[in-house]
């Protein structure tokens, strides 16, 4: 995740993001299903429509504790045309934290393999109106006053944007990075650069190879070739 980038586009910060998943948490009503479902949004970068139809068949677990989550082509960013979707579903990797959380709610629940992950105490599903009211309240209570009035975390999508920026940032950003994260955020790769392009580092000009830029524009040396034959008319 990523703290303030820049005077006009900024994130939340990991203390944030992690403070808000710990007051979903201690709700006596549907806090452990809330959590995990923030988490799945801050540690995944997923939508949250498309964490809204994860089930218990699309966690993929690995040794080590980490995972996979297969997300389904239903919950692409809806600017992307049909020919920047990378196929009909895509994998995104999950940390330990994340697998912990999925793995706790699944058992809590004993949930099977075609069960909807996140659904409320009461059996019902959760719903948008549902995880709206609780970021809103989560968000008032966690952020500074200076913060909550202003555009700070207005929508739960700024879990998943504090995500997606500390992908960015933690890697060498080179171009198959960009496509790398590109491709776990559901987006195409200009998209990716055009929306986070305060969180990719500029080179400066000592780092740009200008001579392989010169070599690669250079045209070819005319005068050293044979001058062409003339053709002659009948």
Partial sequence: MAAVVGAETFHLTDRQCFSILDWAAEQP?????????LASIALAALQPKEALVLRVRDVELADDGSGWLLIHDQGQER??????????????????ELVALLKAEI???????DDAIFVLDDGRP???????????????AVLEAHEAGSSLGRNISALRDACIAAWLKNGDQSAAHIFVVAECAGMSAPRLAERFAHCLRKPT?????????????????????PAPTAVRRP
């Fill in 126 to 140: 959760l719903t948008a109106p549902v995880y709206r009211k609780i970021w809103q309240q989560a968000r008032a």
């Fill in 29 to 37: 009503q549907n806090g452990l299903v809330l959590r995990a479902f």
């Fill in 205 to 225: 000009r000592d780092e740009i190879p200008w001579d392989r830029l010169e070599a690669s524009l250079a045209l070819p040396d005319l005068s050293s070739e």
């Fill in 79 to 96: 600017r992307e045309t049909d020919s920047e979707r990378a196929g009909a579903e895509r994998r995104v990797p999950a940390c330990r």
């Fill in 107 to 113: 058992t809590r629940r004993e949930l099977r393999p």
